[in-house]
């Protein structure tokens, strides 16, 4: 038998066929927990031996059940979740939990325990605003939710073993940070396509695993000399959803680089580390309600604030941004969202502002999460390098 | 043209004009007190702040309501084309979009109502009460118009859980606990804002008045079951705002205007006068938000004997008495007046049997299939109509499922239009005219098919 | 002295346009043909139809820029760039104070806002051919109008009738439809020239109408379209001599430019490997 | 003796059907051209002729379609989709879904026991998703329509359009065959992409044994293979499935005089 390959071909292998390694170990008799977005608090799952699966649609699968049960009006990435759902794509997974990403994140917990019936469910109303009394609320939903995978397992979730998760994500966390900085050179050690397919592959096998892929991936990557080729741009990538390669692929396939991200298939849920607290849940729920840092949140400068000031206000919801912008040396950034993705909708106008007044050139595209739908963009992401070169 | 051979088919209640006048009263209000320097916010209906708002002495007005005045109005599309102008995706919210091109054309104005703004207009606020209830636009949108305007913006939080995570032991309280801090952290900033103590006393009065008033809306409801259907949801629709969108208006004068409807169905009942001049052919009931810009639609279809006789939006609570006694934290009054345990309420909707299949279901799949369904029966609905909205995920985003369960349990069928609230380009009326005719046949199939299974209508 | 050359090639979804420009931007020679299913791949032809006009063989040129749907692929090229860059350039030729250009396309509409003719910002419209040249292309030929006369038609209209489907398709069934019921053609017309137009204001609105508004490509060339888009924008709008040409120009322009900034940093000038060859489109 | 008079002026076809007794005397078929109320007239003319019926013995008239309020002697116009529903359950009382492949739209359709509609959809507006995409390629193509379904059965490599646009889908398809594409490669990616806008459709009002195809498409037995693939199930085709609809409006005529 030939050797088990690893670093990028392993991930890409994940990339392309992503269940089969949740297929094997479900063989061995382990709970795989299907996950939509990245609120459902994964540390939990580790500590109970559950393997976190997230969910991802297809773009390249067209949608032709989930119309009957979804108005077409609504996020295509979870509609074509739900596509796959009824096509019995996810039927190898024990359980689903979902949060509230979004409305049609929350409908579609609904939809799918009607339709697609995963043997568990369990949803956490995660709340928008980091008020004092959200703290307090994350905190006892988290309980509940300890309690659902308690009942679901039959199994206790000791302390113990909660902190031990907290340790293995927090070591993924610090090691995918540790990728992102091999991408901080020019040109960058990694490229924009590679590194969606290291993230969605470790989002597709337990923790552990996911862990050693990342050490295989950067020590390979630091050794390599086929990486990227040094482009004139260098640009970062804000949007909503991007679980498939195509869009950095033909942004890549010009003169750019996608250096940095600001996605949820990419550094979004890594870039902070979960405290290990006194109580445990407390430093989860801090950590998933206030330091993940997407529109579904409203945050500002200080709720008491008694008057606004809108480029204070801009600054504090954005600044990160402007440091990604600033450490990895990007020289434009390209906004882009699945149609109808109203929580990213609104911040575009807010975000290109911010952005303007820094100076740093940004373009923003919608596309309907197809395959073909990216074909046109290519004219629009060229213009803009044209305008930033 | 004063030729009217045929009555309209449309048959108005007349103690409607009344309501539909005090929106624009309580947008008059707004002016007025924003002239005489007094504080105006823009608030979000949710039916937390308003009262908290009035009571501190702040005049409110709600944008959701005034775009949908603009689009009745026909003047909702220019301000629609200017927050596309500022870089907003066009399908976003009606309702907020509308909103930003108001804004925005605020700020051209110096800060100064448009002219071409209807009932007077909405002045600049010194505060947006955001909502984290319903939907995300209702808080994302908020939060965007800081490009035009200096006002902080307060987003009150309130719990969203699922359904089967509703019944988990202790939830209801947590929720209740959530909601009491949460609108007391909302009290602390009021008072920091606007510099004086909240009046616990007036919130007791400005809290209580909404109580009545659902009171009559209920019980003008109940009447609407009688056959025909005495009240078309066109008035339900030009009634229903005086009561959502009270502001700061005095709830006696609307609860008086309610009872005054009440009095006027009722005689329609006594004397089986219909809400529509035609012969009730078809029992309908209107799932989703309406097309403000063309509810003269309505009247096309009750031409041909359609007579909606009930909605899913903004239906009224059945009143009950709650036991406020043991509670004697004002706030703590305040919220358990109207978030009500799950189970609570499903034994009062549906009776406690059924309630206890509905929890079942619920604790079995995570979802009801029943539940929700109980107006379609009680009104002997023969149809539904699905308005998709455009611009509006939250009100669309169940309505396929809702078309299933109908069908899954009722035997009732639905007709999907789609449409918007606000923007009239999305909506095809000679379409829906011909879907409306195909329609009435399956109506009558499911007819037969609810009559062979036994069922009562 | 050595005279120098630049060309640019203008591959768009309708129509090719190739452009000579001398060391002083003066235009040598320009052709603009229909680029149809074999003319795409025969661009080279048009090409050299423009070498003959300007009495110069390939080797006379010193660069040669591609642009518009089909930039990619032209063999002969020696650089690609987009026809939003090269509209900029090209509308700031005629009009150096442009700062913003409208084209309307045979495949899309464009906003560009600029300025010395710099591509600041630009808006594009989508994938459905409603909105575009081609919209106007398929009704004229389905009412066998010829596409240049559906500007004079429609400035006879007194009371544009307003058609409600957005597809072309189904717009060129309604216009069928209106006619049969009496409406007359200038009428009609003018209402499809409104739709476009109304549509491609919307669309730059985001980029902040500033005078001067300039309006090019293919569709510049129909008057009625011209005065529909005055009447949306609320502003008077310029229209180039020869409106399908911009990007054409723009594209020598860019490429002279692109060229004696090279050689100013004592670089050498990268060129392709100008093989007079087929053009191809899907790859 | 007492005749029914059915006429469905499609948006490319305009069909009619008299019946006497609940059996067909006559069918008509003409383009629709470019104004429907003179293909109405011929249309009642031509049927006429055929038959040899005289206008006085017609008992009723029955109209549907994109242009039924052109047909002046129409006693009544009907929406199609329910002469749809009446005509396909006349032939296959059994089928209780039904495929409508228009020029303009699709629609899906569940029948009762009766031939009632008890459900039903209609495709977006967008001729992509619509019988007028086939023709339009087709015709660039140079093909004749009666040969595109045959055609797109050889292929083993259908095309993805870059578009989805019907227009922009034309240009495109000349191009590719400019490029060496097969052409029967443009046309089952064609038929394809219909074939999977159909399923979806299918998919909302749910799918219950015994479907038919009607309409225009019926004709095309390359795309009923193609929606059979998709589906997984076989579809019935009646005879002439372009006068489903003109038969189903006859029928109407003849229950709106009992
Ligand atoms: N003489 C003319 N009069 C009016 N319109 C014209 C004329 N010539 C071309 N057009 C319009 O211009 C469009 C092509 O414009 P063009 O800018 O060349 O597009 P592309 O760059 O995509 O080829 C055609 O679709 C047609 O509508
Ligand atoms: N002989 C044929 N072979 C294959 N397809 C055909 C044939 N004739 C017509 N069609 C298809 O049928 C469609 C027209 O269907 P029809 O029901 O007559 O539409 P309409 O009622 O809108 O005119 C055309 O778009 C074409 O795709
Ligand atoms: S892309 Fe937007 S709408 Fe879709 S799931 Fe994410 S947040 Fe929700
Ligand atoms: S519920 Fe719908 S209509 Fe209401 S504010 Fe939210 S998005 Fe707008
Ligand atoms: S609506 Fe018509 S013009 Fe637009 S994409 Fe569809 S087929 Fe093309």
Redesign the pocket.
């Known amino acids: 038998m030939a050797e088990p390959s690893k670093g990028l071909l392993r991930a890409q292998e994940i990339y392309q066929d992503r269940s089969q390694r949740a297929l094997e170990l479900r063989e061995q008799g382990k709970k795989i927990m299907g996950y939509l977005?990245i609120y459902p608090v994964l540390e939990m799952m580790t500590a109970l031996d559950i393997v976190p699966y997230r969910i991802f649609g297809d773009m390249r699968e067209p949608i032709t059940r989930a119309d009957a049960y979804m108005p077409s009006v609504n996020?295509p990435?979870?509609r074509s979740c739900l596509d796959l759902g009824l096509k019995e794509k996810y039927d190898f997974l024990d359980g689903i939990v979902t949060s509230h990403?979004?409305d049609?994140?929350s409908s579609l917990s609904g939809i799918w325990n009607y339709t697609v019936r995963t043997p568990f469910s369990h949803h956490i109303d995660t709340p928008h605003t980091l008020h004092e009394t959200s703290l307090k609320q994350e905190r006892g939903l988290l309980e509940d939710y300890r309690k659902a995978l308690e009942d679901f397992t039959g199994h206790k979730m000791t302390t113990e073993n909660l902190k031990k998760a907290i340790r293995v994500h927090n070591e993924q966390r610090a090691l995918v940070r540790e990728l992102y900085e091999l991408k901080k050179p020019d040109p960058p050690l990694i490229s924009g396509v590679e590194t969606i397919r290291v993230i969605k592959a470790i989002q597709s096998i337990p923790v552990d695993e996911g862990n050693e892929l990342l050490r295989d991936v950067i020590s390979e990557v630091k050794e390599r000399g086929d990486g990227p080729q040094t482009k004139s741009a260098r640009l970062l990538l804000w949007g909503?959803?991007l679980d498939d390669t195509a869009l950095p692929e033909m942004i890549e396939g010009l003169d750019a680089n996608v250096v940095m991200d600001d996605t949820c298939v990419g550094s979004r849920p890594y870039f902070n580390d979960v405290e290990v607290t006194g109580d445990v849940i407390d430093g989860l729920a801090r950590h998933y309600l206030m330091d993940i840092k997407c529109p579904?949140t409203f945050r500002t400068r200080d709720y008491n604030d008694v008057r606004k000031d809108y480029m204070k206000d801009l600054e504090v919801r954005f600044s990160y941004l402007s440091d990604y912008a600033r450490d990895w040396k990007t020289n434009g950034v390209i906004l882009e969202?699945?149609r109808?993705?109203?929580?990213?909708g609104y911040d575009v106008p807010g975000l290109r502002d911010y952005l303007d007044n820094l100076g740093i050139p940004s373009i923003y595209l919608e596309h309907d999460y197809t395959e073909g739908a990216l074909a046109p963009l290519r004219t629009r992401v060229q213009g803009f390098l044209e305008i930033i070169s | 043209m004063t030729t009217e051979a045929k009555p309209r088919a449309l048959n108005r209640l007349q103690s409607m004009y009344a309501l539909r006048a005090e929106v624009d009263k309580m947008y008059e209000g707004g002016v007025e007190a924003s002239e005489e320097g007094r504080p105006v916010a823009w608030v979000m209906l949710e039916g937390w702040s308003n009262a908290i708002l009035n009571a501190m002495g702040v005049n409110t007005v709600f944008p959701e309501n005034y775009s949908s005045l603009c689009a009745a109005q026909g003047v909702a599309t220019p301000f629609l084309e200017r927050s596309e102008a500022e870089g907003y995706p066009t399908h976003l919210c009606g309702y907020a979009r509308t909103c930003v091109g108001y804004s925005s054309r605020m700020v051209e104005l110096d800060g100064k109502i448009p002219p071409e703004a209807p009932a007077g207009g909405m002045p600049k606020p010194i505060l947006l009460v955001a909502s984290g209830e319903v939907c995300d636009a209702r808080f994302k949108w908020f939060q965007s118009l800081g490009r035009f305007f200096d006002a902080p913006v307060w987003t009150i939080e309130s719990p969203y859980p699922g359904l089967r995570e509703r019944l988990t032991e202790g939830a209801h309280e947590r929720n209740v606990n959530f909601l009491i801090n949460e609108l007391k952290a909302f009290v602390a900033f009021l008072e920091k804002l606007l510099g004086k103590k909240m009046d616990w006393d007036a919130l007791e009065h400005t809290g209580g008045g909404t109580n009545e008033i659902n009171r009559w809306r209920w019980e003008i409801n109940e009447l609407r079951k009688a056959r025909p259907g005495p009240m078309n949801t066109r008035d339900f629709w030009s009634a229903v705002t005086a009561a959502l969108f009270r502001g700061a208006a005095n709830p006696d004068v609307i609860t008086k205007g309610f009872e005054r409807m009440y009095d006027e169905v009722k005689e329609r009942v006594n004397n089986g006068i219909a809400g529509i001049n035609r012969p009730e052919k078809y029992r309908l009931s209107f799932e989703g938000l309406p097309p403000w810009h063309s509810l003269g639609f309505l009247e096309q279809l009750a031409e041909r004997g359609w007579n909606f006789v009930i909605e899913s939006a903004y239906r009224p609570p059945r009143p009950i008495t709650i036991d406020l006694s043991k509670y004697s934290d004002p706030m703590e009054r305040y919220v358990r007046r109207r978030y009500r345990r799950l189970e609570d309420s499903l034994e009062e909707d549906y009776g406690p049997e059924e309630a206890g299949l509905i929890i079942d279901e619920i604790l079995c799949d995570g979802v009801s299939r029943r539940m929700g369904l109980r107006h379609i029966r009680d009104y002997q609905v023969d149809g539904v109509v699905l308005h998709v909205l455009l611009t509006c995920r939250s009100t669309s985003a169940g309505l396929n499922l809702l078309q299933h369960r109908l069908l899954d349990v009722l035997k009732v069928p639905s007709l999907v239009i789609e449409g918007d609230i606000i923007d009239v380009s999305a909506f095809n009326p000679a379409e829906a005219l011909r879907n409306a005719e195909t329609f009435e046949e399956t109506m009558d199939h499911y007819r037969k098919v609810r009559k062979e299974l036994g069922m009562p209508w | 002295m050595v005279l120098i050359y630049f060309a640019g090639i203008d591959l768009g979804s309708t129509m090719t346009k190739v452009v000579i420009v001398d060391e002083d931007d003066q235009t040598k020679a320009s052709v603009v043909y229909h680029t149809g299913a074999e003319h795409r791949r025969l661009a080279n032809r048009v090409m050299e139809e423009s070498l003959a006009k300007a009495n110069l063989s390939i080797d006379d040129i010193s660069f040669v820029m591609a642009t518009g749907y089909g930039r990619i692929n032209v063999p002969f090229a020696d650089r690609q760039i987009t026809e939003l860059s090269c509209h900029a350039r090209g509308v700031a030729s005629f009009f150096p104070h442009v700062r913003l250009a409208i084209d309307i396309g045979g495949q899309d509409a464009k906003g560009l806002k600029t300025r010395d003719g710099k591509l600041l910002d630009f808006v594009m419209s989508d994938k459905c051919a409603a909105g575009t040249g081609r919209f106007l292309e398929v009704i004229s030929a389905a009412l066998g109008l010829k596409i240049e006369d559906l500007g004079d038609i429609s400035l006879r209209s007194t009371q544009k009738v307003s058609v409600s489907s957005t597809c072309t398709v189904f717009a060129q069934q309604e216009v069928v439809n209106h006619l049969s019921e009496g409406v007359p053609l200038e009428d009609v017309i003018a209402g499809l020239h409104d739709a476009i137009a109304g549509r491609s204001a919307r669309m730059v609105n985001r980029l902040k109408v500033e005078p001067d508004v300039v309006f090019t490509g293919g569709v510049a060339k129909n008057v009625g379209v011209v005065k529909a888009l005055e009447e949306n924008l609320g502003c008077p709008v310029l229209v180039p001599e020869e409106p399908l040409l911009s990007g054409a120009i723009g594209a020598a322009l860019l490429g002279k430019e692109h060229v004696l900034k090279a050689l100013a940093r004592g670089e050498t000038i990268q060129t392709g490997k100008r093989r007079l060859e087929e053009a191809t489109f899907f790859k | 003796m007492a005749y029914f008079l059915g006429i469905d002026i499609g948006s490319a076809t305009s069909k009619g059907i008299i019946t006497e007794d609940g059996s067909t005397v006559s069918r008509h078929l003409l383009p629709s051209g470019v104004n429907y109320r003179l293909a109405a007239q011929e249309m009642v003319e031509g049927l006429l002729a055929k038959s040899g019926v005289a206008q006085e013995d017609i008992a009723c008239t029955v109209a549907t379609g994109q242009g039924s309020a052109n047909v002046e002697i129409a006693d009544q116009e009907v929406a199609d989709i329910r002469c749809c529903a009446r005509g396909i359950f006349s032939i296959f009382p059994s089928v209780r879904t039904v495929i409508d492949v228009q020029g303009q739209s699709t629609q899906v359709l569940r029948l009762n026991g009766e031939g009632q509609v008890a459900n039903f959809v209609v495709s977006e507006k967008c001729a992509s998703g619509s019988g007028r995409f086939l023709d339009i390629i087709a015709n660039v193509l140079q093909i004749k329509l009666e040969d595109i379904g045959p055609l797109s059965l050889e292929s083993k490599n259908p095309v993805t359009f870059t578009t989805g646009c019907a227009v922009f889908g034309e240009s495109e398809a000349v191009s590719r065959v400019s490029e060496g594409v097969a052409r029967e490669d443009i046309i089952a990616g064609v038929h394809q992409a219909l074939a999977e806008k159909i399923s979806s459709l299918v998919g909302k009002v749910g799918l219950e044994e015994r479907c038919a195809i009607t309409g225009g498409g019926g004709l095309n037995t390359g795309l009923i293979k193609w929606i059979e693939r998709k589906l997984g199930i076989e579809l019935l085709v009646p005879p002439e499935p372009q006068l489903v609809t003109a038969l189903g409006a006859a029928i109407m005529a003849e229950e709106a005089c009992k």
């Open positions: 977005c996020c990435f979870l990403i979004c049609v994140g909503s959803i579904r969202s699945v109808y993705c109203d929580t990213h």
